[in-house]
C-alpha cells in the first residue's frame, strides 16, 4: 500500500512539473506575442505621420497614399500571427512604394521631418524583427514540448494546442531590387 501511494505521488509530481513547464512557455510565448504587437502599434501609429509628411510634398499621388492606409488599417484589424504576417507584408510594401515616391521629390529626401520618420520607421522595423525572432522561438520551443511524449499526454490531457509561428510572407523572402544604373 505505502509503495503504491508512492508511485502516486511520483506520478502526480511529474504530470504536475510537465503541466508547469507548459503553462510557462504558453505564457512566455503570450508574453512575446504581446512585444510583437506593442512594435506594431508603434509602427501602424507613426505610418499617418509619415503619410502627412510626404502629402506636403507630393499631394497628387493620391494613390500610394491610399494604399498605405488601407494596408495599416488592414495591418491594425489583422488577429493572430499568421493574418498579422500577411498584413505587415501588404503595408511594408505600400511603405516601400511611398518611399520610392520620395525619390521623386528632393525637397522631401532634405526634409529634417521625413528624416526623423524614416529613421524612427528603421528603427522600428529593427525592434519588429527581434520581436518577431523571439516570439517565433518561444512558439518553436512551445511546440516541442506540446508534441514531445511524454509531455504530448499531459499537453492533450488539458487542452495545450500548437501555436502559429509569425512567418514572413512572399514580399518578405523576394531579394530586393537595387538599382544603381539611373539616378545620378
Do not use: C
Not at 501511494?5 to 503541466?19: D, E, H, P, Q, T
Not at 499531459?154 to 531579394?175: D, I, M, N, S
Amino acid at each position: 500500500m505505502l509503495l503504491e501511494l508512492g508511485v502516486l505521488a511520483l506520478i502526480v509530481v511529474i504530470v504536475a512539473i510537465m503541466y508547469n513547464s507548459l503553462v510557462r512557455l504558453r505564457e512566455t510565448a503570450d508574453g512575446a506575442w504581446a512585444d510583437v504587437d506593442v512594435q506594431l502599434k508603434r509602427r501602424h501609429d507613426l505610418v499617418p505621420n509619415l503619410v502627412e509628411t510626404v502629402k506636403g510634398y507630393a499631394s497628387h499621388e493620391k494613390g500610394t497614399f491610399e494604399a498605405v492606409v488601407e494596408a495599416r488599417s488592414k495591418a491594425m484589424n489583422a488577429t493572430g500571427p499568421a493574418a498579422a504576417a500577411e498584413a505587415e507584408n501588404m503595408l511594408t510594401g505600400a511603405l516601400k512604394s511611398l518611399f520610392a515616391l520620395s525619390e521623386n521629390y528632393p525637397e522631401l529626401r532634405a526634409s529634417e521631418n521625413f528624416a526623423g520618420l524614416q529613421s524612427t520607421l528603421s528603427s522600428l522595423e529593427d525592434a519588429i524583427q527581434k520581436a518577431r525572432r523571439y516570439y517565433n522561438a518561444v512558439v518553436r520551443d512551445y511546440n516541442t514540448k506540446v508534441g514531445q511524449v511524454p509531455t504530448n499526454l499531459v499537453a492533450r490531457t488539458f487542452g495545450f494546442r500548437e501555436r502559429e509561428f509569425f512567418e514572413a510572407t512572399g514580399g518578405e523572402r523576394e531579394v530586393p531590387n537595387v538599382d544603381f544604373g539611373s539616378g545620378a
